[in-house]
């Protein structure tokens, strides 16, 4: 791509624009966002501008639209895609000063927050006031808002409650000309026109700068059972998972864990769980609401679905702490994966009945090609992370045969009826992947999209589209 590099004239534009105490050219700042949790990738940017108003990101953009100088969004750095990686250098455009929760409105249940809001520091905020956020993705504890509506994050609880599209009922957002616009309404229904809202949840930062988030909230449960079921195989963990919705009933969470990844949880976290020998896979079953003698009935009803799936064993946390405890097993089973082997995470999903298909596939398409892998997620929505590990694998041919293996997985979520990503984005790393699930034609209504809001395509450039 054509574009201008930053020189002293444009760098003093900048600071003359927003002020210099948010513009960092030092390499320690450069280095500091030249990476986000993608692996081991670096692309260092030429500048870092940590902007603290909707105005200083119109004055930012307009200066680079006009010098065409590429500028990346950033939220909390948490991001598994590589959306965050300024890859053609430019502007990398923190929103780390944008934390502010604006107005919590107990009225109409909603909130206007800012993209750079912590999301658990924004559950606990509402939850205060006796409201839920619902959204509460494994990151939540660093991952901005911001960064959770760019890529239509979702979390363990979206499937009783639905993913951040649910909530999300209007934008501020800053055009990569400068414009300032709002994208819709702050009401429950939209039917004017298109929907611009929807379009920039998920869209990675490649269309506008998202600068205010109105979201919708629910009254906060005051309830909750989690129960943990134990099966010898994975295809029978995986085939409970849709009996369980046939069954009548809706859990507020539904997470499958594969025995190694609990096995290195374990040992990383210090986590105290019991894990029998016979063990190959665990469902961690959540139901929650304002009635315990109604939830006690959903367990009832999920306990015998799990006998007939074959579970080994039921347990039930009868204490705040034990849920905690094995809430903490599940949220930091990325972390501990990571930090035991040489490894790449790819968020598969399907329609969850063809779950015990997706992960025999997944097992023998890692057989051919010489990886292992570790298997976890939010099985309720069909969603399963697979974390490739490196295992017996040569360097050669990690670096240049594991392609390959990984366009066999997202042909066979294809195939199942599935997709490429289920909430960790497309960004950089996945983008070649597209043409599996998406026609030319698909595609190139995407790009006239992009085309539409980014005629000099400055904002975040390289990805989502293959080459």
């Known amino acids: 791509m054509n574009f201008t590099k930053i020189n002293a004239a444009i760098l003093a534009e900048i600071k003359s624009a927003i002020g210099d105490d948010k513009v960092f050219t030092d390499s320690e700042s450069l280095d500091n966002y030249s990476h986000d949790e993608t692996e081991d990738l670096r692309y260092q940017p030429e500048v870092v501008v940590k902007p603290t108003s909707t105005e200083d990101i119109s004055a930012l953009l307009k200066i680079c639209n006009a010098h065409r100088v590429p500028v990346t969004p950033r939220g909390g750095g948490t991001g598994l895609s590589g959306a965050a990686l300024p890859i053609y250098g430019g502007v990398s455009l923190s929103m780390e000063k944008f934390k502010s929760i604006l107005d919590i409105d107990t009225e109409n249940l909603q909130a206007t927050v800012e993209p750079g809001v912590i999301t658990e520091e924004f559950i606990n905020a509402v939850g205060e006031k006796g409201l839920f956020y619902p959204v509460d993705p494994s990151s939540k504890g660093s991952c901005f808002i911001g960064g959770n509506v760019a890529h239509g994050s979702g979390g363990p609880r979206v499937v009783k409650y639905g993913t951040i599209r649910e909530y999300i009922l209007n934008l501020e957002v800053v055009l990569p000309n400068g414009d300032i616009i709002w994208t819709g309404a702050n009401t429950l229904k939209?039917?004017?026109?298109?929907?611009?809202?929807?379009?920039?949840i998920g869209s990675e930062g490649t269309l506008a700068v998202v600068t205010k988030i109105v979201t919708k909230l629910l009254p906060k449960p005051s309830q909750s059972v989690l129960m943990m079921g134990s099966f010898s195989t994975n295809e029978d963990a995986c085939a409970a998972v849709s009996a369980i919705f046939r069954a009548g009933v809706t859990p507020s969470a539904l997470e499958f864990m594969e025995r190694k990844g609990v096995e290195w949880v374990i040992k990383f976290d210090d986590i105290k769980f019991d894990l029998k020998d016979d063990v190959a896979a665990l469902l961690m079953i959540e139901f929650d609401g304002d009635d315990l003698d109604d939830i006690f009935k959903n367990c009832e009803k999920t306990n015998i679905v799990l006998e007939e799936h074959n579970c080994t064993e039921v347990l039930f946390a009868d204490t705040a702490s034990q849920k905690e405890e094995l809430w903490r097993m599940r949220r930091t089973m990325a972390e501990s994966v990571k930090a035991n082997s040489v490894y790449k995470e790819e968020d598969t999903v399907v329609p969850r009945a063809a779950l015990p298909k997706l992960i025999n596939g997944i097992k023998e398409i890692g057989a051919k090609y010489g990886f292992d892998s570790v298997c976890y997620g939010h099985a309720g929505d069909g969603n399963l992370h697979v974390n490739i590990i490196k295992a017996g694998m040569s360097d050669e041919d990690w670096k240049n045969k594991l392609k390959f293996g990984i366009a066999e997985i997202f042909e066979l979520t294809t195939a199942l009826g599935g997709t490429l990503s289920g909430e960790h984005g497309i960004g950089l790393v996945q983008?070649?992947?597209?043409?599996?699930?998406?026609?030319?034609?698909?595609?190139n209504l995407m790009r006239g999209i992009k085309k539409v809001f980014d005629p000099n395509g400055i904002l975040n450039p390289g990805k989502i589209m293959p080459d």
């Open 431 to 443: 983008k070649e992947f597209m043409p599996i699930k998406y026609s030319e034609i698909h595609l």
């Open 190 to 200: 939209y039917a004017s026109g298109y929907n611009l809202t929807q379009l920039m």
